[in-house]
């Protein structure tokens, strides 16, 4: 699912490092499920968090078999601006994959025409999720903030959270608080891999790649610039491997 600040392309070239040392039965967590789309390319025992209600409620819905609506122009701006009215469910479907670069309700997505002729984005990303949602079958969806998730002991955690000084996303992001969270989840006995372009000195950078991206690095959203994706791991766990 087109979702601001995936990483399916990217994810593959890490998972080989994610889960190298994953034991069988492992769970393995994502407490920024977000679209999903680093949680497909997974196995096994799935946990996904996420802190916005209406994406969570989406999920749910989804993998129980929930088909999504067809949203014209103006129930589109209805949903945007009117919640409530609505199932949470659908508000989350229409908020992301009805939207532009599944950025939260960032403008109306549907039929236009280019230059190779017209368009259908609504077609196109419900066509990608009926390829995406028998790799999520069995996942496990909790609608909750990253530090409420509940997650079985020896987890490793896959996090990609909204990167500081980078475009803003629905909601306000701690991030000194998330990397201490991360330390404490790493005392706890998890394993725990960031997505992040910088981190404090006691995380180090053990995968990168130039990326272009419209979340860039400089701070500003919007056309596409480049930028050092970076995957990072703390110290001492480096050092236990």
């Known amino acids: ?130 390829k995406q949602l028998p790799l999520l079958d069995g996942l496990q969806v909790s609608n909750c903030s990253y530090d409420e998730l509940e997650m079985p002991a020896n987890s490793i955690i896959y996090c990609d959270p909204p990167y500081a000084d980078t475009l803003k996303y629905k909601d306000e992001f701690d991030s000194n608080a998330f990397w201490q969270w991360a330390r404490n989840k790493i005392a706890e006995g998890h394993t725990v891999f960031v997505s992040e372009y910088k981190a404090p000195p006691d995380f180090i950078c053990v995968w990168q790649q130039e990326v272009k991206s419209s979340l860039s690095a400089n701070g500003k959203g919007g056309g596409s610039k480049k930028s050092v994706e970076k995957l990072f791991v703390h110290i001492v766990q480096s050092r236990s491997n």
């Open 1 to 130: 699912m087109k979702y601001a600040g995936a990483k399916t392309r990217i994810f593959k070239k890490m998972l080989p490092i994610i889960l190298k040392d994953r034991g069988v039965n492992q769970p393995y967590v994502e407490p920024f499920l977000g679209g999903a789309n680093s949680m497909q390319f997974v196995d096994g025992v799935r946990i996904g968090g996420e802190f916005n209600e209406y994406i969570a409620e989406m999920w749910k819905a989804l993998i129980a078999g929930w088909t999504p609506p067809v949203v014209d122009r103006e129930l589109y701006n209805h949903i945007k601006n009117n919640h409530s009215v609505y199932d949470k469910a659908v508000v989350g479907w229409v908020g992301v994959a009805c939207s532009y670069s599944g950025k939260w309700f960032g403008g109306f997505a549907g039929k236009v025409m280019t230059q190779d002729g017209e368009r259908d984005y609504q077609a196109e990303a419900f066509k990608n999720l009926q």
